[in-house]
């Protein structure tokens, strides 16, 4: 049974950082795709970023370019997204997603997913 576990949100001012880190269990890590959604209240689930099983192929949104990083480690079994220069409008839940095909691929969509997390909150004060 595949488990995703997201940890590290919280509460932070305008300009600040956070760490999202997420642990998944299952069969070898390398083979799953990974990203991060997030989800505001009242809105849809959109793509933060996304990571290829070996980590060589990321994709990030506009929005979040130049600000939150997806990285991963295969030894580790985890998927990270550095959060830097926070700004109210990121304030969410943010959920961590596995895909199960098409690892070698960065995938962006929320069907692309087979697997997700409870998802962490995410709140930042202006």
């Known amino acids: 049974q595949v488990q995703v576990a997201e940890s590290g949100g919280g509460l932070v001012q305008t300009g600040g950082s956070l760490r999202l880190s997420c642990a998944v269990s299952g069969r070898t890590f390398s083979t799953y795709g990974m990203a991060w959604f997030r989800q505001a209240p009242g809105k849809d689930r959109v793509i933060v970023a996304a990571?290829?099983?070996?980590?060589?192929?990321?994709y990030h949104a506009e929005f979040a370019k130049d600000r939150l990083t997806i990285s991963r480690d295969n030894v580790a079994n985890t998927v990270y997204l550095q959060m830097g220069s926070l700004k109210p409008e990121d304030t969410a839940v943010y959920f961590c997603?596995?895909?199960?095909?098409?690892?070698?691929?960065?995938?962006?969509?929320?069907?692309?997913?087979?697997?997700w997390g409870q998802g962490t909150q995410v709140t930042v004060s202006s």
């Open positions: 990571i290829s099983g070996s980590g060589a192929a990321t």
């Open positions: 997603a596995a895909a199960r095909k098409d690892w070698t691929k960065v995938l962006v969509t929320v069907e692309s997913y087979d697997y």
